[in-house]
């Protein structure tokens, strides 16, 4: 036999596996419909695991780790079958397609958003971008730009969720899962941290830096070369950092801060774009108390708990995968008070209208043990 006999033969194998793949689709399709009559659960561990062993038993030694690969893949498959028919639409699904339909069309140009920092603050620009004109309010921590937007001071909050260099924003998540807020639209802002330091101040004479300890993280590698002398001193924001020197009667002291705070505080660029490395984004959400869905929504963020048991998290993603949905990122989180216990949060890719959508919506819900919509959306790049 030459190659080409090998792929007719193989073509051939092809074509009688997919006709007993479909037979064995439809008899799902009919177990599904059972266990819908009789209030039956779609998952069978005991039954699932039974399957898995005697499947490669008869497999052999050599072909033992495929068969696992292949039935695990084929089960999947099946559940997403049967979740359909056991699942058709929740609760969760039904809200989110209702408020992409009552949503306005158009995201809102004018706005009052709540902002952590000062003018100046990375938020600010990050505001600028998500609205014409924005109206913005200050506060000191995260927590109280939340608490504006629960007691309706602000229709919005402009915060930093995860930067390129430095990683997440740990507590906008916690907080996030505290308040229940959604996220309406995000944008990825390109970061250029500047040394800023007051009229005549040169480099040298610098003995003190101050900045968001996000900032700190993102230029640790210029900072460590300026010299153990130098101390590094953690502010609120990097405009409050700005503002603090530019108000001190100090002439050795300097700010690491966007260069809009130069004319904002009457500053000068001691020396420009110090981050580690030149890429350096950070990702700043724009959350609201209710959810809002705009047109062109492609982005969808969800956190969730599994069981704490091998091959929970498995479950999740290969359910996933099935359904043909692209995973933008995948990050854990500990959960607290619980030992070696994660929340993980994802960012998916998926229109909100399509099938595998609310299919996914539905079955998530109904295999985790914590689940959470954070909101579907446009990212401004």
Same mark, same amino acid.
């Given at each position: 036999m030459d190659l080409q006999d090998y792929r007719e033969h193989i073509d051939k194998v092809d074509d009688a596996l997919l006709q007993l793949f479909k037979e064995r689709m439809d008899i799902s399709q009919q177990i599904a419909e059972y266990k819908k009559e009789h209030g039956l659960p779609a998952l069978d561990s005991?039954?699932?695991?039974?399957?898995?062993?005697?499947?490669?038993?008869?497999?052999?030694?050599?072909?033992?780790? !495929?068969?696992y690969m292949l039935y695990s893949m084929l089960f999947e498959l099946s559940r997403a079958r049967q979740g359909s028919i056991l699942h058709p639409a929740s609760e969760l699904s039904k809200t989110i397609l209702s408020a992409a339909e009552h949503t306005e069309r158009v995201f809102p140009q004018h706005a009052l958003a709540a902002c952590q920092g000062a003018e100046g603050a990375y938020a600010q620009i990050a505001c600028d971008r998500l609205f014409t004109e924005p109206n913005i309010l200050y506060f000191t921590s995260f927590d109280a730009v939340f608490g504006a937007i629960r007691d309706g001071l602000c229709q919005y909050g402009v915060l930093p969720l995860e930067n390129s260099a430095a990683g997440s924003v740990n507590m906008v998540y916690d907080l996030m899962m505290r308040y229940s807020f959604k996220i309406a639209r995000s944008v990825r802002l390109k970061i250029d941290h500047n040394l800023l330091a007051k009229e005549g101040v040169k480099k040298n004479a610098i003995r003190e830096i101050f900045s968001h300890e996000q900032a700190i993280n993102q230029c640790a590698g210029y900072l460590k070369s300026l010299g153990k002398d130098v101390k590094i001193t953690a502010a609120a924001n990097t405009a409050e950092a700005a503002k603090m020197v530019a108000e001190s009667g100090r002439s050795d002291v300097?700010? &690491?801060?966007?260069? %809009?705070?130069?004319? &904002? !505080?009457? &500053?000068?660029? +001691?020396? %420009?774009?110090?981050?580690?490395?030149? *890429?350096? !984004?950070?990702?700043?959400?724009?959350?609201s108390r209710d959810l809002e869905i705009y047109p062109g929504a492609d982005r969808t963020s969800i956190m969730l708990t599994t069981a704490h048991k091998p091959g929970a998290l498995y479950r999740v993603l290969?359910? *996933? !995968?099935?359904?043909? +949905?692209?995973? +933008?990122? &995948?990050?854990s989180r500990p959960i607290p008070d619980r030992d070696f216990e994660f929340m993980f949060y994802f960012d998916l890719e998926t229109s909100i209208y399509s099938k595998?959508? %609310?299919e996914l919506i539905c079955e998530l819900e109904n295999m985790c043990e914590e689940f959470h919509y954070l909101g579907s959306y446009t990212e401004i790049v």
């Open positions: 005991a039954r699932e695991r039974e399957k898995l062993a005697a499947m490669g038993e008869k497999a052999g030694d050599a072909l033992r780790s !495929y068969s300097a700010a &690491l801060a966007s260069r %809009s705070c130069c004319e &904002l !505080y009457g &500053l000068k660029c +001691v020396e %420009s774009s110090v981050q580690d490395g030149g *890429i350096n !984004y950070t990702r700043f959400i724009c959350i290969g359910r *996933i !995968y099935t359904l043909g +949905v692209n995973i +933008v990122k &995948l990050e595998q959508f %609310s």
